[in-house]
């Protein structure tokens, strides 16, 4: 045969590289970059996946299989967004289909195994029921008896490529994935009313009035919509849903039948997205202080990535806000990104109420049906100018803006104007478990630049790596130095907690000198908010005998108790027994808790103020979906006076009435064993006391220490954290750490120790030719076992400017050839660049 060979790459959700596959010539015309196929793999299984590449004429010099057909009309992947996670996966030493696994909402990475199932028995009623072909009608039948899987459904419906259907039929809300979509991606439905299209002047209507005035409740509707819908339009009438249109004129539903009737109103269904973006009432912004323009016209102007170091309350939201506003008019796309616990009700509710719709919202706890719909929004992109960026989707315009965590910047973004991350030295922006180990805050830089779009890094305690990039030149630096409206900064004081004990000024874990400030801030009626970064009652339980320390079975770490269960709970892999009643060592009934956790502040506390109404917030307190909501609304409305918790109550909350902040046990935070520890120290314990006296009340933070004098305590104090990095950035140096070096750390997990330590002294020996004294280890990190596997580390640290993929080559050539032996076979190996 005389045919050019046709071969397309394709990425599939699975640990491997983009596979080869060729094209049958009648496919070829139909095929594109970034739409999906479907693909054989292995002896029975068909996968769908993404096309990343297409190469004509190439030898490939093996055989290669075809493609069984193909999904999309449209790609469903744009090419900035295949630039980043390819960015992704060579900088984080991870395959491309890690990253597309982490990026696509499961109904793009359907295969053979999915499960769908109908979502509506009943589908009459949909737009487009006169689309669905006689496939479509078969696969509904055969789901109607439950769900099946894309195999069982090949086989009774007797075709092989079903698959297209299937997606059109999930499109369309008909069918779900799995039992988690079932229930959830069950478009909504709702309607809209206008003026019918007959009355198209305001003659017209003022006729109609007067028509109306024996009709006293249709009147009524008729004004309540003119009233909404104000000024009138008459060619494009708004819609306006319709059970706000009912309750605020408060008419029923028979009055509106009868005006629907007459000719004067009508309604149309209208699929809604489930972000609940429907009309808001949009709230006009407020000016900008002098401070804030300032800093505002310095970010326009800037033309590198930009951090805005501005102190806690500075007011930095509301100039993101602005700067959102210039780029969306700008016909661009916004993505703000938020750490997991900031992303809260208070800073959706404050966007909403400036831009309604045009900012969706991605966030890890939404089901899938919600993620898919904020992915496909962004795919139809559509700029309200009416300048096309979009493959010819006439829609109104969508996929503007989105306010997400850190998965949100994998999302298929066409044409990026502005990344904003705030609290951008959260740790949380890296994903440590699974691949891709990525950086949200430093890949967003990478998009940034892809995009050619402006990005603003802010906090009021920017990260040692980012602070020192701006003072290197490589971002721009603007500061913030007052708190917006003249507030002032809470005074933040410390207590001597080794010399209060000698004075027996101690009650429980509380000093006098706090006690009494909870007293008079509850009778002056202000709120209080009270930190201990430890979960549970107590991080571990002795006996007072012989010592012996409660242990979990899997991990090398102390099982902390919680009073609330009864139980003792191992933090890492959640293994629980009973409190025991006497010790397993000696039989002693003498076991005593040591240390605190929330749940003791907060247990002590009930004791010793009474009259005082307490919540706790922490991950115990929040694992029911609205949980998180409930405590902070109610603490917003002062149901509650005093707030004990862990590092969830530092984030980004904004709480007028509170007057106190107490820092339970700083040596916690300071003694913790990680080179990060006073730079976390100091950023949480700045972050919470910033939660004090914010509005127009002076606040008052107080923090409990056995180590006062301890430089990074000195430096919180005095709010001055330019010290706090010359010194932090001082040691950072004399002993080579980031941002000196580029710090790679590999672990590799066994269930022996010895296979494991066997492993780590060959694996050693392979990468000492190459790293020579750059390679430490392996050692055991502080937990040495977790979910009985051992661990040894290695740490690599590189030079700052050196190219370094060709080390990660040699890296992941280290780890296959260890192995490749047959006794380290089962050996796990994980490489974290830029670990936190
Ligand atoms: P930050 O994000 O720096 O902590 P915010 O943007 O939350 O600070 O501002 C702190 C408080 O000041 C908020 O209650 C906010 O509404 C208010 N605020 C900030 N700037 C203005 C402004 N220009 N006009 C009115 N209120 C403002
Ligand atoms: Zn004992
Ligand atoms: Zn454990």
Redesign the pocket.
């Given at each position: 045969m005389n045919q050019k060979t046709y071969y397309i790459e394709v990425l599939l959700p699975l640990y491997l590289k983009a596979l080869i596959y060729s094209v049958p010539t009648e496919m070829r015309g139909s095929l594109k970059t970034g739409v999906r196929v479907i693909v054989p793999l292995g002896n029975r299984k068909i996968y769908s996946g993404i096309v990343v590449g297409i190469c004509e004429n190439t030898e490939t010099g093996f055989e290669t299989r075809d493609i069984l057909g193909i999904i999309d009309e449209t790609p469903v992947i744009t090419a900035p967004q295949l630039e980043l996670w390819k960015w992704i996966a060579g900088y984080y030493m991870c395959t491309l289909g890690e990253v597309m696994k982490a990026a696509l909402p499961a109904y793009l990475k359907m295969e053979s195994r999915t499960k769908v199932a109908l979502n509506r028995a009943d589908c009459s009623d949909l737009p487009g029921n006169a689309g669905l072909d006689s496939l479509d009608r078969q696969i509904i039948a055969c789901l109607s008896d439950g769900q099946l899987s894309m195999e069982d459904l090949a086989k009774k419906t007797g075709r092989k490529n079903i698959l297209p259907n299937i997606g059109k039929l999930l499109d369309a809300g008909i069918i779900g994935i799995e039992e988690e979509l079932i229930n959830n991606y069950r478009s909504k439905y709702r309607s809209f009313v206008s003026l019918h299209p007959d009355i198209d002047s305001e003659e017209k209507l003022g006729r109609l009035l007067d028509s109306l005035t024996k009709s006293r409740r249709q009147e009524q509707l008729l004004l309540k919509y003119i009233e909404l819908a104000s000024p009138l339009d008459f060619v494009y009438p708004l819609e306006i849903p319709k059970n706000e249109l009912l309750d605020k004129s408060g008419v029923s539903e028979s009055v509106y039948r009868s005006c629907e009737e007459k000719g004067i109103l009508i309604s149309v269904k209208k699929k809604i997205d489930r972000l609940g973006n429907t009309a808001a009432t949009l709230k006009e912004q407020?000016?900008?202080?002098p401070a804030?323009q300032k800093a505002f016209e310095e970010l326009r102007a800037a033309d590198r990535p930009a951090l805005l170091h501005?102190?806690?309350?500075?007011?930095?939201?509301?100039?993101?806000i602005k700067l959102i506003d210039a780029a969306l008019n700008e016909g661009k796309q916004v993505l703000y990104l938020l750490p997991e616990i900031a992303l809260t009700t208070q800073i959706i509710e404050?966007l909403r109420a400036v831009f309604g719709s045009r900012m969706g919202v991605y966030h890890s706890s939404f089901s899938d049906a919600e993620r898919t719909e904020a992915y496909n929004n962004l795919l139809k992109f559509n700029p309200r100018d009416g300048s096309a960026c979009g493959d010819g989707y006439p829609e109104v315009s969508c996929g503007e803006g989105i306010l997400g965590v850190r998965s949100s910047l994998l999302l298929p973004f066409r044409n990026l104007g502005l990344i904003i991350v705030?609290e951008e030295h959260e740790t949380t922006y890296k994903q440590y478990d699974p691949a891709p180990r990525y950086n949200a805050r430093d890949a967003a830089v990478i998009l940034g630049r892809i995009h050619g779009a402006k990005v603003v890094l802010?906090s009021?305690t920017p990260s040692l790596e980012s602070y020192y990039n701006a003072l290197q030149g490589k971002y721009d630096l603007i500061r913030?130095t007052e708190?917006?409206?003249k507030?002032v900064l809470p005074e933040i004081r410390t207590i001597d907690m080794k010399r209060a004990f000698w004075k027996k000024k101690i009650v429980s874990n509380f000093s006098e000198t706090l006690l009494n400030a909870i007293r008079s801030a509850l009778e002056r009626k202000e709120q209080i908010i009270l930190f201990q970064n430890r979960r549970g009652f107590s991080p571990f339980v002795q006996c007072a005998d012989c010592g012996h320390v409660a242990k979990c079975r899997y991990c090398d770490v102390s099982l902390t108790y919680h009073k609330y269960t009864g139980a003792l709970t191992c933090h890492y892999c959640g293994y629980s027994i009973p409190m025991p009643p006497k010790c397993p060592s000696c039989n002693s009934p003498n076991i005593k808790t040591r240390g605190f956790g929330t749940e003791k502040i907060e247990d002590e506390l009930s004791l010793l103020i009474p009259e005082a109404k307490i919540e706790r917030l922490d991950l115990d307190s929040t694992k029911s979906k609205y949980a998180y909501q409930r405590i902070l609304s109610g603490f917003e409305a002062h149901a509650v006076d005093i707030l004990v918790g862990t590092q969830m109550i530092t984030k980004?909350l904004?709480f007028?009435n509170v007057s106190l902040v107490g820092i339970m046990d700083a040596d916690s935070l300071l003694t913790f064993p990680d080179f990060r520890a006073y730079e976390r120290s100091f950023q949480l314990m700045s972050q919470v006391a910033?939660r004090a006296g914010?509005?127009d009340r002076p606040g008052e933070v107080i923090i409990q220490t056995t180590t006062p004098e301890n430089p990074v305590i000195r430096q919180v104090i005095k709010y001055d954290y330019d010290s706090f990095f010359a010194t932090q950035l001082n040691e950072r140096r004399m002993f080579n750490y980031p941002p000196f070096c580029r710090l790679i750390v590999l672990s590799i997990k066994h269930s022996r120790q010895d296979v494991l330590n066997e492993a780590g002294n060959a694996l050693k020996a392979m990468l000492l030719k190459t790293f020579g004294k750059d390679l430490a280890g392996p050692e055991p990190p502080p937990i040495g076992r977790i979910q009985n596997r051992y661990i040894l580390n290695f740490r690599i640290k590189l030079k700052k400017n050196s190219s370094i993929n060709p080390y990660k080559h040699l890296i992941n050539t280290a780890f296959i050839q260890l192995k490749s032996e047959k006794k380290y076979a089962g050996i796990i190996t994980v490489a974290d660049v830029d670990p936190m």
């Open positions: 407020p000016e900008l202080s804030q501005g102190i806690t309350s500075s007011g930095k939201t509301e100039i993101y404050r705030d802010g009021a913030l708190r917006y409206g507030a980004g904004d007028g910033g914010r509005k």
